[in-house]
C-alpha cells in the first residue's frame, strides 16, 4: 500500500492534521468519545485524545497499523495489547506540559492576589514529578518558592524526594500531576483517599491538573463541610465527562479539563505524533514544528517598575473565564452536562501560552521574575 492511499482516523479536535498527514492520503474526522470500531476498520492510522478508549475491542479486525494520541497521558491505550499485535504507538509527552504549568501558575498567583500571601513564602508539594510536575518544579524554583517532591518510580532511581504523608503534612499547597496508574508498585488511583486527605495541612491549597481518579472524589466532598479551610482547585474529575456539582460548588476554581489546552500545546503534540509516523517509516519530517505555530497576537509589552506578575499573566490566561463557563452547565441533566463538558473543550477559545508573550523589563530583577515565570524577555 502506498502512502497516497492510507486512511487516517483522527479524533475531530486535533489540530494541524490535515498539512501534516493530509500529503499521506485522506485525513477522516470523527468524535473522540464516541469513536467506533466500524469507524476504524479501514483506517491505517488512528489519531486520539484521552476521551478515546483504544483496544482490541476498538482495533481487533482493523488494518490500524500506527496509532498516536496526542496527550501525555496512555491510560487509555492498551499499549500492550498493541505491541503484541505489531501496531506501532506514540504518545506526545510533553507536548502541553508547559500550558499546564502556566494554568497552575495562573491559579496559584491568582490565589495568592485573593487570599493576600506571597507564593514565596509558601511550600509547594508537587506529587507526580513527570513531564509536567517537572517543568512545574522548574519555574517555581527559578522563582523562589520551595518545594516538596513526591514521585516514588523516581526517588527509586534519584535523590531529592520525600515521601507522599511529608507532602501531605507540610506543604501549604499541593500540585497533582500524577499520571492514572490502577494496579504495580505505584498505583495511583484513590491515591488521595479519605485517609489522606484527612492529613491535608489547615489553610492547604489542593490543585489537581492531572488525573481526576487520583483523588478519591466522594471522600472530598465528604471532607469538604468540615474543613472549610482548605481551598480547591480542579480541572480533572474522577467521572468525566460528568462533573460531581456538589464537590464543584466548594471549588474556587474548576474548570473543564482545560490545563493543557493552549493552542501551543495541541498543534505540538499533532506534530509529535507527525514525527513519530516518519521516524516508524524510517523518513525525515517534511515540514518543521514552528512552521505552525502562528505569532501572538499581543505585541511586546513595556513594562513599568511597578508592573505585577499576574497582570501580565491575566494576558494570556485567566482561568475563571473557564470556571464561569463550566458553572454554566453543573445545572443540567446529566447527560446533558456530559455533552457541554465535551461541548467546551471542542469550542475552547485560542489561547497561547505565556512564553509567546514578549517583554521588556526595567530592571534586571524584573527581567529575574518575568523570565523565571516563563515570559520571552526582549532585550
Given amino acids: 500500500m502506498t502512502n497516497s492511499q492510507l486512511l487516517i482516523i483522527a479524533d475531530e479536535n486535533m489540530p494541524a492534521v490535515e498539512p501534516l498527514f493530509g500529503h499521506l492520503g485522506e485525513v477522516r474526522r470523527v468524535p473522540g468519545r464516541s469513536l467506533s470500531a466500524d469507524q476504524v476498520r479501514d483506517a491505517d492510522i488512528l489519531l486520539v485524545r484521552s476521551v478515546s478508549k483504544v483496544d482490541q475491542a476498538l482495533l481487533s479486525g482493523s488494518r490500524v497499523k500506527f496509532v498516536g494520541t496526542a496527550t501525555i497521558g496512555t491510560d487509555h491505550v492498551d499499549t500492550r495489547w498493541l505491541a503484541e499485535n505489531g501496531i506501532a504507538f506514540s504518545a506526545a509527552p510533553g507536548c502541553n506540559a508547559d500550558a499546564v504549568v502556566d494554568y497552575v501558575l495562573s491559579a496559584l498567583s491568582h490565589q495568592a492576589a485573593q487570599q493576600g500571601f506571597r507564593l514565596q513564602d509558601k511550600t509547594i508539594g508537587i506529587i507526580g514529578v513527570g513531564n509536567v510536575g517537572g517543568r512545574l518544579a522548574q519555574r517555581l524554583s527559578a522563582l523562589g518558592l520551595k518545594l516538596l517532591l513526591n514521585d516514588p518510580p523516581r526517588a527509586a532511581q534519584e535523590a531529592g524526594f520525600v515521601e507522599l504523608d511529608q507532602v501531605l503534612a507540610q506543604a501549604d499547597i499541593i500540585c497533582m500531576h500524577t499520571p492514572l496508574v490502577r494496579d504495580g508498585a505505584h498505583p495511583s488511583l484513590h491515591l ?53 456539582a456538589e464537590l464543584a460548588a466548594y471549588c474556587e476554581i474548576a474548570t473543564p479539563h482545560i490545563a493543557g489546552y493552549s493552542l501551543d500545546g495541541k498543534i505540538r503534540g499533532s506534530w509529535m505524533l507527525y514525527e513519530a509516523w516518519c521516524q516508524s517509516q524510517g523518513q525525515q ?95
Fill in 285 to 379: 519530517p517534511e515540514r518543521a514544528l514552528v512552521e505552525f505555530l502562528p505569532p501572538s497576537s499581543i505585541a511586546a509589552v513595556e513594562l513599568t517598575a511597578a508592573a505585577e506578575l499576574l497582570d501580565l499573566i491575566r494576558l494570556c490566561y485567566d482561568p475563571y473565564r473557564d470556571d464561569r463557563a463550566l458553572r454554566r452547565t453543573l445545572h443540567l441533566p446529566a447527560a446533558a452536562q456530559a455533552s457541554a463538558f465535551d461541548q467546551l473543550r471542542k469550542q475552547y477559545p485560542v489561547r497561547r501560552e505565556l512564553s509567546t508573550l514578549s517583554v521588556r523589563t526595567v530592571s534586571q530583577a524584573q527581567a529575574d521574575l518575568f523570565g523565571a515565570a516563563g515570559f520571552r524577555l526582549e532585550a
Fill in 192 to 244: 488521595l483517599n479519605a485517609q489522606r486527605l484527612a492529613c491535608l495541612k489547615p489553610g492547604a491549597i489542593l490543585l489537581n491538573a492531572g488525573r481526576g481518579p487520583a483523588i478519591d472524589n466522594q471522600a472530598l466532598l465528604a471532607l469538604m463541610p468540615q474543613r472549610p479551610d482548605l481551598t480547591l482547585i480542579l480541572d480533572v474529575w474522577e467521572h468525566e465527562p460528568q462533573v460531581n
